[in-house]
DNA sequence: GGTACTAGATGGTATAGACAACTTTGGGTC
DNA sequence: GACCCAAAGTTGTCTATACCATCTAGTACC
């Protein structure tokens, strides 16, 4: 009858599934526990871990009486939170613009195509956007993105919606890969970010995956002094009352 | 019987209190479910769902058959791990070796003082360790340490444990705060790395609670391009099998 | 001394049932 | 319509039991 994947796992994989198939939109409801023991012939305590632990990796929230809930914000539980630039700079009480410098469909270069595990000369869609606080330059966004994930991403209006927000709302989170360095500001570099060649910028370079595939790769580089990262974590619970 | 404290809740924290107070140090044993069972009068799924929720929070290490374990390597979960700088140096097959610039109790000074959260001219004791790879300087590292968490921080052979492994073992570490930028290096800074003043650095920056107190605050300063952090985060399980 | 095997201990999973806490919903009353 | 209240539905917790997989220690054998 139980086979070698435990039924909590069975169960765990089908909701999942379910979530990042996209057929269970963020915010709809996700069958109660009563109605998985019927369906799936499983015990409630079984179905309850499941759920509790889909729960605790924040893809659902659960209100007692109320029910079962597909989480919306999906990615962001991790440190270093994979964070809009607009809402960052909104949130610091400054004014946020945005000006569109390239917006094409490219031919992969080798050292972009392996980025994406994709063979050289792959069409890749590319926007360089460069996102001003209080009229000075903040973040300077260099972006590839791969159209079998975001098949219409050249026709977002990015004035309204920067890509940040698109892909998060089209494409289902399954992985986030991270680099953060520090560098000296190439003469074309220092131009778009209004700073001496050769000054410090801070560079975060991330790469998304999405339906098993690499999603988007991005360069965001910020004059020193202007941005960092933050992140904090803590161990347990570490209440001990 | 029952009271507003879930059983499992209160079990989980009676075993963290004996982990973080000491008295069960690291790779010790923690009482079996059964052992647990007749100890609390409580039913061995009720204990089970505590292990297994300290097991998912990496403060022991479970195996069938054998036992459940207090684990040793507490807080290197998080992405971006606290990772030590020898280790990350070792292991690039590089040889690693560490000079002692400053190892000093000082009076702190009030910018020092509010990162610990404690009265200007409280006495912290203070290291500076300069790490190279092969011979070339890779990480100068600012430590202040709280006396009270590591009382003979001061006594340590840095040329055998540096800081970070010492302070792991002694302190249970219960949150750390990150904070990632990049800077242009001072005259001091540029002559200690052996690069140019005004050239480019990453610097993290990093304060670590222990025992409800603020126990270290430190900056990691390395040449730009010789490191970078990096970090993954996957979504749920986010296999679909 | 070394080796192979076995019995016991331990964790991993699953069940059926129970009660409690909480939310939503619908009906009844004013 | 506005309000109150009871009923149904949902999650949170707990129990007692069961069977299985794995590891360990001790024993018997060579």
Redesign the interface.
């Given at each position: 009858m139980n086979q070698r994947?435990p039924q909590y796992l069975k169960l765990?994989?089908h909701i999942?599934?379910h979530i990042?198939n996209g057929d269970w939109p963020p915010l709809s409801r996700v069958p109660s526990e009563n109605e998985l023991v019927s369906k799936f012939g499983i015990s409630r305590?079984t179905v309850n871990r499941a759920m509790r632990e889909?729960a605790?990796?924040g893809?659902v929230t659960r209100t007692q009486g109320a029910g079962t809930f597909v989480a919306e914000r999906?990615?962001e539980s991790?440190?270093?939170e994979v964070r809009s630039i607009r809402d960052e700079i909104i949130s610091r009480g400054q004014k946020h613009t945005v000006e569109i410098l390239i917006r094409e469909l490219v031919s992969a270069r080798p050292v972009t195509a392996r980025q994406f595990a994709l063979p050289t000369g792959t069409e890749l869609y590319h926007s360089r956007l460069l996102h001003r606080a209080d009229d000075e330059p903040l973040q300077l966004e260099d972006r590839f993105v791969n159209p079998v994930c975001a098949p219409d991403y050249l026709e977002i209006d990015f004035y309204k919606e920067i890509p940040h927000q698109y892909l998060m709302r089209t494409a289902?989170?399954?992985?986030?890969?991270?680099?953060?360095?520090?560098?000296?500001a190439s003469k074309r570099l220092a131009r778009l970010l209004a700073v001496e060649p050769?000054?410090?910028?801070?560079t975060l370079t991330r790469r998304t995956w999405s339906h098993d595939h690499v999603a988007s790769y991005v360069r965001l580089s910020?004059p020193?002094?202007k941005?960092?990262?933050?992140?904090?974590?803590?161990?347990?619970?570490?209440?001990?009352?």
């Open positions: 994947p765990k994989h999942l599934r990042t305590m889909l605790d990796a893809m999906k990615a991790a440190m270093f289902p989170l399954q992985r986030i890969e991270h680099a953060i360095e520090a560098e000296a050769g000054s410090p910028l801070l910020y020193a002094g941005f960092r990262f933050v992140g904090a974590f803590n161990a347990g619970d570490f209440k001990t009352p």
